[in-house]
Nanobody, 115 residues
């Protein structure tokens, strides 16, 4: 079992920045990949960024060059640094972990970008 707790969401003006954090606990040594997804009402949850245990990263085209995913192994925490935020980045952001074929989700944190 892996438990994920997100923090750092909030309201920000367009062009601003936010950093989301996802603290992992439990059987974290089995985690192969961690990621951030986002979802707006009426739409499917979409991948924003992911980082593997080997530190490979990938990003949605819509956030490349603006968002950066990173992790601090000592703190068992994954971050999503978001810059140059746009109104269309408004969503609930979810932390995700994959461990031994199981998928785990955090409770989500709201990010609202005002234009």
């Amino acid at each position: 079992q892996v438990q994920l707790v997100e923090s750092g969401g909030g309201l920000v003006q367009a062009g601003g920045s936010l950093r989301l954090s996802c603290a992992a606990s439990g059987s974290i040594f089995n985690v192969n990949r961690m990621a951030w997804y986002r979802q707006v009402p009426g739409k499917q949850r979409e991948l924003v960024a992911a980082i593997t245990s080997g530190d490979s990263t990938n990003y949605a085209d819509s956030v490349k060059g603006r968002f950066t995913i990173s992790r601090d192994n000592a703190k068992n925490t994954v971050y999503l640094q978001m810059s140059s935020l746009k109104a269309e980045d408004t969503a609930v952001y979810y932390c995700n972990a994959i461990a031994r074929g199981y998928v785990y989700w955090g409770q989500g944190t709201q990010v609202t970008v005002s234009s």
